[in-house]
């Protein structure tokens, strides 16, 4: 069974059908991409993945848990999503601007240490300790990005595609089994981009994760997925390797024809 | 003169203060103002005297059971009337939040009568003589406490981890998700804080002013004012705008009128707003709409 | 679905807004008829054989306690007559009550509808001297006597208002019993504070316009608002002014915290004052009002028997207690009720408010509160006394 199963699922708002039967597996510790023109509807199955539209249509499983359900009255909740294991960066970034780099990471084992949560009686010792370990872990994650350095840098300050790398660092502190990430080249130079790719297949291999992309970056793409997925007005057109995307006929005709960027 | 007046400010403007924060922490967390504060406040005040006069509590016993039902009130409110109106415009928000004040106030007057009654200090009030200065343990208690539940919350939400969770979900509620924190849970727990805070406010104001059902009219406007004034949404902001509210409207009433005393505070903000309109420790625009 | 919730949402918040506003009535009868009265032999009969008294009055509100009081008492007096058969034995008195919340504006609206709606034959109100001066236009273009047991600023009959009756002592007799019982004391400096409404100014005004003729100089005057809590400053500058004693004119709620205030800040005065004889004065104060020397027209601590037997049956009645508004309320009743008893005397038509007027002008009744007669400007003289509070209990004052 696929790490995520996504089965003929539709999401429609008043009149309008923004996602139609789409089918989409996410095999353990796989690479896999979303293409698609803008307004395709790739950032509504993200959101119906995390939790945050609820399935007009069909269901969603992750790791054997069925997350979306169209027979349920809502989506499972996105923070316990969460706990599941999904992690997801966003379109525009959503920093903790005011924090530290540091810190930033650090607010992504809140969830981890579940037992605590709930203890309104401050326990300083405790309290210290878990503190202490959560720094090293969050420090680890930075020094396998690259970002030790700027520990203690004010999050908002520190140059964009820096930002959109610590976002999947604050995502990685979640441990999740599946990394959700929307459109992370976007704004990024040649250079970034290119290390971009390394951090992704990195990330891939140290935390053993699968990865799941929307990107509108062809060259990003065709480099680094597995598997790919092209959607238009909602509904899946294509679905294969790059190769096997980039010979379809429909794909280049709703697409691959345009130059885009 | 001058600094009797002072010191009187002082006490009076840590009320405003502990009232500000409560007003500021909706205002972060859920966005919109809650116009019912003071009322849930004149309702919790309500809440310790009937357990001191008809369940015969000891003063300290009544007003920690008290901040508990207030929370409890906060709560509920949170759930059966603000959740209904959560995804709909601000202004309904707002006008179920009146509405939540009408009903209140109107209630207590059904439940507790409409002539104010007298509340006891836990405090004493006979003055002590400092410098030549008359300052009542009362007035002194009521500073410290205030300023002492004020330091307390700020360390809530700085070093204790619920804290730290309810603050990253006011500033940032899709990222919080996203690091697994229930934000709607979030959102449930500040409102009950609020409301407990807004207890503990009441029962330090109720020995001054007696406990009445139009107690919110004055102390709930300057607890807006007071949060505005020191920048919507900051903890210290409400700290300060409190103290400057109360230091302000004492010594406007000393040398200028003291009819017009309640006109002061709003002066002072009006002031401030034209000058610096974010409020006094607020840097940028926050922008919740 | 939603629409429909929103349509019966709506319609219960008009029909509870509805419920708020309107008076509580004892009964809702109408009853003109036109039965002839059984008692009148002459060719003049009454439109109905009920007599209708309207009362106007704060029953909620800061003032609610004061408002009550007339209540009370003039429920118990109707009560009383009507058990007895009625006016003349055989009129029942139909009292319809109206809260003015202590509002100006809210107290004309009762007015008015007691005059056209409920065809009120008197009105008795309002407590609050600003709402007294307010509504006293309606009866008065109406015809209809209105006599106010409690209101005491002196325009209320001043105005050539010739339906509006007072039975209630003028802050110039107020002002004139407080400042000789200061000159009698020995004071010559006195502070004094006051509520910033039509009563307090009204009261202000007098005292500082007779504190020569008895020898005294005010040496500082502070005004407050009703509700205000914090009187530190006031007290403040009356003490720096250095007088011999506080005067006082305002209402029990203000005056129970600024004594308080004054215990606290270490002000040791003898406080005087008038408007703040009220039960809840002590309830409010606690031993911070100790002392304070405060002139009114009426005290239960008078041993006169109806006076006894009137404090005893309204506590028993009602289980509070109350202030000189009550008795003077309880008067009231009475006063009308002679009234009307000697108009069918005369063969004269009370139905009529120009006539009901001319028998009221020219009462001379006495009840619990003395003998009352009224003026040309429908104004009451009494004799005042000066109570304090000593161990919690109202005593009245030998002094003169």
Same mark, same amino acid.
């Given at each position: 069974?696929?790490?995520?199963?996504?089965?003929?699922?539709?999401?429609?708002?008043?009149?309008?059908?923004?996602?139609?039967?789409?089918?989409?597996?996410?095999?353990?510790?796989?690479?896999?991409?979303?293409?698609?023109?803008?307004?395709?509807?790739?950032?509504?199955?993200?959101?119906?993945?995390?939790?945050?539209?609820?399935?007009?249509?069909?269901?969603?499983?992750?790791?054997?848990?069925?997350?979306?359900?169209?027979?349920?009255?809502?989506?499972?909740?996105?923070?316990?999503?969460?706990?599941?294991?999904?992690?997801?960066?966003?379109?525009?970034?959503?920093?903790?601007?005011?924090?530290?780099?540091?810190?930033?990471?650090?607010?992504?084992?809140?969830?981890?240490?579940?037992?605590?949560?709930?203890?309104?009686?401050?326990?300083?010792?405790?309290?210290?300790?878990?503190?202490?370990?959560?720094?090293?872990?969050?420090?680890?994650?930075?020094?396998?990005?690259?970002?030790?350095?700027?520990?203690?840098?004010?999050?908002?300050?520190?140059?964009?595609?820096?930002?959109?790398?610590?976002?999947?660092?604050?995502?990685?502190?979640?441990?999740?089994?599946?990394?959700?990430?929307?459109?992370?080249?976007?704004?990024?130079?040649?250079?970034?981009?290119?290390?971009?790719?390394?951090?992704?297949?990195?990330?891939?291999?140290?935390?053993?994760?699968?990865?799941?992309?929307?990107?509108?970056?062809?060259?990003?793409?065709?480099?680094?997925?597995?598997?790919?997925?092209?959607?238009?007005?909602?509904?899946?057109?294509?679905?294969?390797?790059?190769?096997?995307?980039?010979?379809?006929?429909?794909?280049?005709?709703?697409?691959?024809?345009?130059?885009?960027? | 003169?001058?600094?009797?007046?002072?010191?009187?400010?002082?006490?009076?403007?840590?009320?405003?203060?502990?009232?500000?924060?409560?007003?500021?922490?909706?205002?972060?967390?859920?966005?919109?103002?809650?116009?019912?504060?003071?009322?849930?406040?004149?309702?919790?005040?309500?809440?310790?005297?009937?357990?001191?006069?008809?369940?015969?509590?000891?003063?300290?016993?009544?007003?920690?059971?008290?901040?508990?039902?207030?929370?409890?009130?906060?709560?509920?409110?949170?759930?059966?009337?603000?959740?209904?109106?959560?995804?709909?415009?601000?202004?309904?928000?707002?006008?179920?939040?009146?509405?939540?004040?009408?009903?209140?106030?109107?209630?207590?007057?059904?439940?507790?009568?409409?002539?104010?009654?007298?509340?006891?200090?836990?405090?004493?009030?006979?003055?002590?003589?400092?410098?030549?200065?008359?300052?009542?343990?009362?007035?002194?208690?009521?500073?410290?406490?205030?300023?002492?539940?004020?330091?307390?919350?700020?360390?809530?939400?700085?070093?204790?981890?619920?804290?730290?969770?309810?603050?990253?979900?006011?500033?940032?509620?899709?990222?919080?998700?996203?690091?697994?924190?229930?934000?709607?849970?979030?959102?449930?727990?500040?409102?009950?804080?609020?409301?407990?805070?807004?207890?503990?406010?009441?029962?330090?104001?109720?020995?001054?002013?007696?406990?009445?059902?139009?107690?919110?009219?004055?102390?709930?406007?300057?607890?807006?004012?007071?949060?505005?004034?020191?920048?919507?949404?900051?903890?210290?902001?409400?700290?300060?705008?409190?103290?400057?509210?109360?230091?302000?409207?004492?010594?406007?009433?000393?040398?200028?009128?003291?009819?017009?005393?309640?006109?002061?505070?709003?002066?002072?903000?009006?002031?401030?707003?034209?000058?610096?309109?974010?409020?006094?420790?607020?840097?940028?625009?926050?922008?919740?709409? | 679905?939603?629409?429909?919730?929103?349509?019966?949402?709506?319609?219960?918040?008009?029909?509870?807004?509805?419920?708020?506003?309107?008076?509580?009535?004892?009964?809702?009868?109408? #009853? /003109? +008829?036109? !039965? =002839?009265?059984?008692?009148?032999?002459?060719?003049?009969?009454? &439109?109905?054989?009920?007599? @209708? $008294?309207?009362?106007?009055?704060?029953?909620?509100?800061?003032?609610?306690?004061?408002?009550?009081?007339?209540?009370?008492?003039?429920?118990?007096?109707?009560?009383?007559?009507?058990?007895?058969?009625?006016?003349?034995?055989?009129?029942?008195?139909?009292?319809?009550?109206?809260?003015?919340?202590?509002?100006?504006?809210?107290?004309?609206?009762?007015?008015?509808?007691?005059?056209?709606?409920?065809?009120?034959?008197?009105?008795?109100?309002?407590?609050?001297?600003?709402?007294?001066?307010?509504?006293?236009?309606?009866?008065?273009?109406?015809?209809?006597?209105?006599?106010?047991?409690?209101?005491?600023?002196?325009?209320?009959?001043?105005?050539?208002?010739?339906?509006?009756?007072?039975? #209630? /002592? +003028?802050? !110039? =007799?107020?002002?004139?019993?407080?400042?000789?019982?200061?000159? &009698?004391?020995?004071?010559? @400096? $006195?502070?004094?504070?006051?509520?910033?409404?039509?009563?307090?100014?009204?009261?202000?005004?007098?005292?500082?316009?007779?504190?020569?003729?008895?020898?005294?100089?005010?040496?500082?005057?502070?005004?407050?608002?009703?509700?205000?809590?914090?009187?530190?400053?006031?007290?403040?500058?009356?003490?720096?002014?250095?007088?011999?004693?506080?005067?006082?004119?305002?209402?029990?709620?203000?005056?129970?915290?600024?004594?308080?205030?004054?215990?606290?800040?270490?002000?040791?005065?003898?406080?005087?004052?008038?408007?703040?004889?009220?039960?809840?004065?002590?309830?409010?104060?606690?031993?911070?009002?100790?002392?304070?020397?405060?002139?009114?027209?009426?005290?239960?601590?008078?041993?006169?028997?109806?006076?006894?037997?009137?404090?005893?049956?309204?506590?028993?009645?009602?289980?509070? &207690?109350?202030?000189?508004?009550?008795?003077?309320?309880?008067?009231?009743?009475?006063?009308?009720?002679?009234?009307?008893?000697?108009?069918?005397?005369?063969?004269?038509?009370?139905?009529?408010?120009?006539?009901?007027?001319?028998?009221?002008?020219?009462?001379?009744?006495?009840?619990?509160?003395?003998?009352?007669?009224?003026?040309?400007?429908?104004?009451?003289?009494?004799?005042?006394?000066?109570?304090?509070?000593?161990?919690?209990?109202?005593?009245?004052?030998?002094?003169?």
């Amino acid at each position: 069974m696929a790490l995520l199963e996504i089965n003929n699922i539709s999401k429609v708002f008043g009149g309008l059908t923004a996602v139609g039967d789409l089918d989409l597996k996410v095999e353990e510790t796989q690479i896999s991409a979303i293409i698609g023109p803008n307004g395709a509807g790739k950032t509504t199955i993200f959101n119906m993945i995390t939790g945050a539209y609820h399935v007009t249509k069909g269901t969603v499983v992750f790791d054997g848990t069925v997350i979306n359900d169209e027979k349920a009255p809502n989506a499972m909740k996105p923070h316990k999503i969460v706990e599941l294991g999904i992690a997801r960066t966003f379109q525009n970034i959503r920093l903790f601007k005011k924090m530290s780099v540091l810190d930033n990471v650090m607010t992504g084992f809140h969830s981890v240490s579940k037992n605590g949560m709930f203890n309104i009686i401050y326990n300083p010792a405790k309290a210290k300790k878990e503190e202490e370990a959560n720094r090293e872990k969050a420090l680890e994650i930075l020094r396998f990005l690259g970002l030790e350095e700027l520990k203690d840098a004010n999050a908002g300050d520190i140059p964009y595609g820096t930002q959109r790398i610590l976002e999947i660092g604050r995502a990685l502190a979640t441990s999740p089994k599946l990394l959700l990430l929307d459109e992370p080249a976007a704004g990024m130079n040649k250079a970034e981009k290119q290390d971009l790719i390394k951090i992704i297949h990195r990330v891939r291999e140290k935390y053993n994760l699968a990865v799941l992309l929307v990107e509108h970056d062809m060259e990003l793409v065709m480099d680094i997925s597995e598997e790919i997925t092209v959607v238009n007005f909602g509904r899946r057109i294509a679905c294969g390797t790059a190769a096997e995307v980039q010979a379809n006929e429909e794909v280049i005709e709703a697409y691959l024809g345009r130059s885009d960027d | 003169m001058l600094v009797q007046q002072i010191l009187n400010g002082l006490t009076n403007g840590s009320l405003y203060a502990l009232m500000a924060v409560g007003v500021t922490m909706v205002y972060k967390s859920l966005g919109m103002l809650n116009f019912a504060h003071g009322d849930v406040m004149m309702i919790g005040t309500f809440i310790c005297l009937t357990l001191i006069n008809v369940g015969g509590l000891n003063v300290l016993v009544a007003i920690p059971l008290a901040v508990v039902c207030s929370a409890a009130l906060g709560f509920c409110l949170e759930r059966l009337v603000l959740r209904r109106v959560e995804f709909s415009s601000f202004v309904n928000l707002l006008i179920a939040t009146v509405g939540v004040s009408y009903v209140l106030r109107n209630g207590a007057m059904v439940l507790f009568g409409t002539n104010p009654q007298k509340f006891p200090s836990i405090f004493s009030t006979t003055p002590l003589d400092i410098f030549g200065f008359k300052i009542t343990p009362q007035s002194i208690g009521t500073i410290c406490v205030s300023l002492a539940l004020i330091i307390a919350l700020h360390f809530f939400f700085t070093k204790v981890k619920i804290g730290k969770c309810m603050e990253l979900a006011s500033s940032n509620p899709e990222s919080a998700t996203m690091m697994g924190i229930n934000v709607s849970l979030m959102r449930f727990m500040t409102f009950g804080i609020s409301a407990g805070l807004a207890c503990c406010a009441g029962v330090l104001i109720a020995p001054y002013t007696y406990a009445r059902a139009d107690m919110s009219a004055t102390i709930g406007l300057k607890a807006f004012a007071a949060a505005i004034l020191g920048g919507i949404g900051n903890l210290w902001g409400a700290l300060l705008g409190g103290l400057i509210l109360g230091v302000v409207e004492a010594l406007g009433a000393t040398y200028i009128s003291s009819a017009y005393r309640d006109a002061f505070s709003f002066i002072v903000l009006f002031i401030v707003l034209f000058v610096k309109p974010t409020g006094l420790l607020n840097r940028k625009i926050e922008n919740k709409l | 679905m939603k629409k429909l919730t929103a349509l019966l949402l709506a319609l219960a918040m008009v029909l509870s807004l509805a419920a708020c506003g309107s008076s509580s009535s004892t009964s809702d009868a109408d #009853t /003109s +008829t036109t !039965t =002839t009265s059984e008692t009148s032999d002459s060719t003049t009969t009454s &439109s109905s054989d009920t007599f @209708k $008294i309207g009362l106007v009055c704060p029953l909620s509100g800061s003032s609610a306690v004061s408002g009550a009081i007339l209540q009370n008492a003039v429920q118990m007096a109707v009560d009383e007559i009507n058990e007895e058969g009625g006016i003349n034995g055989s009129i029942q008195i139909e009292l319809i009550s109206a809260d003015d919340e202590a509002v100006p504006a809210t107290s004309v609206t009762a007015v008015q509808k007691l005059v056209e709606q409920d065809k009120v034959n008197v009105v008795i109100g309002s407590q609050p001297s600003s709402c007294t001066l307010a509504n006293m236009e309606i009866t008065e273009a109406a015809h209809i006597p209105q006599i106010t047991p409690a209101s005491s600023n002196v325009s209320i009959t001043e105005s050539g208002n010739d339906y509006i009756y007072r039975m #209630t /002592s +003028t802050d !110039t =007799t107020n002002a004139k019993t407080l400042l000789k019982y200061a000159q &009698s004391l020995g004071y010559t @400096k $006195i502070a004094m504070c006051y509520e910033s409404s039509d009563f307090g100014t009204g009261g202000y005004n007098i005292v500082a316009g007779l504190v020569e003729e008895y020898g005294i100089e005010m040496v500082d005057s502070e005004v407050y608002n009703s509700g205000d809590t914090d009187f530190s400053v006031i007290l403040g500058k009356m003490d720096a002014a250095q007088p011999d004693c506080f005067f006082m004119w305002g209402y029990h709620t203000e005056c129970a915290a600024i004594m308080t205030q004054m215990q606290q800040y270490g002000y040791d005065y003898q406080m005087i004052g008038y408007g703040m004889n009220s039960p809840e004065l002590v309830t409010l104060g606690g031993d911070a009002v100790e002392g304070i020397c405060i002139c009114t027209s009426f005290d239960a601590a008078d041993p006169d028997p109806d006076v006894q037997e009137f404090d005893t049956k309204y506590q028993e009645l009602y289980g509070t &207690s109350y202030d000189q508004n009550g008795p003077q309320s309880y008067d009231a009743v009475y006063l009308i009720a002679d009234a009307v008893e000697r108009a069918i005397a005369d063969g004269a038509d009370w139905s009529s408010g120009e006539v009901l007027n001319e028998y009221i002008a020219s009462a001379e009744y006495t009840g619990l509160t003395g003998t009352t007669t009224f003026d040309e400007n429908g104004e009451m003289v009494k004799d005042l006394m000066i109570i304090t509070v000593k161990d919690g209990i109202h005593e009245i004052i030998d002094w003169q």
